[in-house]
Each structure stands twice: as C-alpha cells, then as structure tokens.
C-alpha cells in the first residue's frame, strides 16, 4: 500500500533560526566522588552509587522550534531525520537547514501518547521506518511503515505497511519504539499495552511486546520464539511489557528495553527471546500490581535496573560508545521525562547493575525523549516540552 505522503519546505524563518543556534553550546563538570567496584561485594550493587565523574560535555542545539520530536536518526552524509508526533512531520536536517521529507498528518492517528512515533533509519540505503497511530483504514492501530527515500532525500517516493494491528484504546500506551539490529535483517518493535490489562500476557496480541519481523518483508525472523505459529504470536519475541520506550543494542549483541511504570518501578530490561516480563495488570488495568509478578505460572524475567518507589519516566536509550568518553564509554544513556535528565547506568558483562550517573549539563533542557548515537560517538538527543529542540551531545 502506497501511503499520500507529500514534501514541502519549512517556513525560512524556522530554517533560519536552526542556522542561528546551531553554535550553541553549554558545558559542566559534574562533581561525584569516584566508585570503586572492588569494595562492593554484595551480589546487587547499590542503585545509589555513582560512577566515576563524567567528563567535561559539550551539548550543542541543532534545532529549535519543534512540536515533541520523538525521535531522532542518523542518516547517510550526516542527515538527521526528526519526527514530531502531533504534527505527524518527518523533517531531515543538514547543514542547519530544515526540510520536511514526509507529511503524514492525513493518516496518522494522534491520541494522548500516539502519534507519530519512533524512526529507524538505514545507514546504508535510503530506507526509513516509522512506527505510528494509523487510521487511514477508518479502523485505529498503531503500525510500522516502511519508506524508500530519493537520492536527494528530499521526498519519499515509495511507502508501504510493514506490519500493522497493534493494539489502541484513548491513545495511552501507544510504545513504540524501533531498533534496527547492528547486523542481519532483524527489526525490533517495542510495543505498549494499550492501557488494556490482557494485552501484556496474551501472546497472540501484539499490544505489550517486543515484536522482531524481517525488516524488509515485515514477516516474523524464523528463529523467533514462536515463529510456527499461524497467529500474531510469530512476531513475538518477548512480552509481558507495560509501555516499551526505549531498545539498544549492547556491544556484545544483547538487546535491552526501557519502559514506563505506573507510579513506580520504571524499567531497564535484558530481553531474553520467549522472556516474560511479568506486567499483569488484571483484572481490568489494575496499575497498582507489580511491574514483575512473579505469582504468575513460569518463570517471571526481573529488572536490570528499577527505579524502585518513585518514576523517572524514562524513555529513549542508548548505549554509549568510543574511548572519547572516559568512564562513560559502555554505559547506558536513558533519557528521562519526568525526572528531565540523562541517566547513564553502568551494567557489568553479566548484566547486572553497577552505578548510575546524571551530568548536571543535561539537566537545563527540561523533559528528554528520545538518546541515539550518532556515528562517531555522539549522542543525539530530543526534547518534549511542547517547543522543543534536538540537542547533539559530546564529550570535551
């Protein structure tokens, strides 16, 4: 299916003030005594330690003006392509000029928490996904589409529907964020429940789940889970999710998620193919449950990191890459709304939680949505406060 998506320029005025604040710079030194993990010997470290002090960050604004970007990426010849999720607008920005390479507003459902959502970008072709409400069909979901990019990238000159029937109700717990392996065709989907207490733990809804299709044929990887099936259940590969915010690969090909609590109990996740994740809120939405119930039959993956009895609303992550970083190199970077900060979480080899840190420099940008690296390192970063900015983050 060929989605109506049409290219027009921003007005000069915005592409104008993109050009005047690309320069833009704010930096800090924070201050945290270092952490010394031989003196912990307990088998879960405490969450309260911190890592070794950061180095010096420089956060340059590359965009002003937005309306919520939820995601920024990467593209070929050092594009980066925004989306906004109320006015449905897929923008590139190069150069300090700002142009708009798809506008979905005439199909993409916008409700409470969706809209336009997530982004993954090729950075071989000029391929784009974009995960987003949808009711061009007269019937709303949340879905993937699929976009063949011109060689000017100034226009899209082909749209498809990748996979498509995750699961909505008001718009709350749209997910749905997009990660595209660092080898193999593998696309990962993470998904929200749809504030609908069955979806997490019914395998055969899409709604709560980390999904892995073909990126390319959106159809489930052979080697999933439950890849016979002839239901929806194909595409899962794990489940039992509240609202999935944020994947990234680790170095060592491990796949982690990021999700929101209730009031409570925001998550960082090792995802093990089949894994349960435990959030059952049932009967009903009955969110004052454990994120992880163990009560129920199997066996119940727990947390990496828990925000315990307060929410920070975390949101996009990724992990930090390039000796460029000093002892921030192998952490995660999660972004967070609610707490309007960086959190970058130190995990050993075995997964396990070692020290967080939050550089005061990225305190002074209010609510962060989404973190993605950028090619040398770098971390591109946006903001959600309702005039927002794409920041891109490095170190002195």
Known sequence: MRLPLRSTPLTLALALSFALTACSTTEANDPEPAYDPAADTADSPDPAREVVAAPRLRVRILARGLDKPWDVQQAPGGRLVVSERNKALISVVRDGEVRTLADMSNQVWVSGETGLMSLAVDRKRRVVWACHGDDSTGTEDVRVTRMQV??????????????????????????????????????????????????????????????RVHRDSGTAMRDNPWASAPTERRFVWTYGHRNVQGLAQRADGSVWSVEHGPTVDDEVNRLVPGGNYGWNPVPGYEESVPMTDDSLPGHQMDAQWSSGDSTRATSGAAWVEGSQWGSLEGTLAVAALEDEQMMFLRFDRRGRFVSILTPPALTKFGRLRSVTSARNGDLLVTTDNGTDQVLRVSPR
């Open 150 to 211: 011109d060689r000017s990238w100034t226009l899209v000159q082909s749209a498809r529907t990748l996979i498509a029937g995750f699961p909505t109700s008001t718009g709350r717990h749209g997910g749905c964020r997009l990660l595209l392996a660092r080898s193999g065709p593998d696309l990962y989907i993470g998904t929200g429940d749809a504030a609908i207490g069955t979806n997490p733990q019914d395998l055969d809804s899409l709604g709560g789940k980390v999904l």
